[in-house]
């Protein structure tokens, strides 16, 4: 199988060659002219305007205010919710015991 597909492909080049080769020797014609690019004749720059730069504005003095507290309301509720039930803890397995499973 393998010699086969190298000989078909070697065949396939050959003939690709070939062609480009001997493709101009039957050609009744030169081939046209390459196209020209575009030319643009007339390119006037833009002149962009100067940005005005804004006006510093005096610095007024202000005290900053405390936006947020610093210490924690006394009367907070407690996080837990009224009808929490805690599972109950369960002691870690031993070794040995581990071992007994």
């Known amino acids: 199988m393998r010699t086969w597909t190298l ?3 070697v065949c ?3 003939a690709v060659v070939v062609t ?3 493709a101009p020797i039957w050609a009744t014609a030169d081939l ?3 196209r ?3 030319t643009f004749e007339a390119i006037t720059p833009i002149a962009t305007p100067p940005i005005p730069t804004p006006r510093s504005q005096p610095m007024q003095s202000t ?3 405390q936006t947020f507290p610093i210490d924690e309301p006394p009367d907070l509720p407690i996080d837990d919710p009224p009808n929490a039930q805690l599972a109950p803890l ?3 397995m031993l ?3 581990a071992a007994a499973v």
């Open 95 to 97: 070794p040995e015991e």
């Open 20 to 22: 480009i080769y001997v």
């Open 63 to 65: 005290k900053a205010s």
């Open 36 to 38: 020209r690019p575009l």
């Open 90 to 92: 369960v002691a870690p």
């Open 32 to 34: 046209p002219a390459p």
């Open 12 to 14: 396939v080049h050959v």
């Open 7 to 9: 000989a078909v492909s």
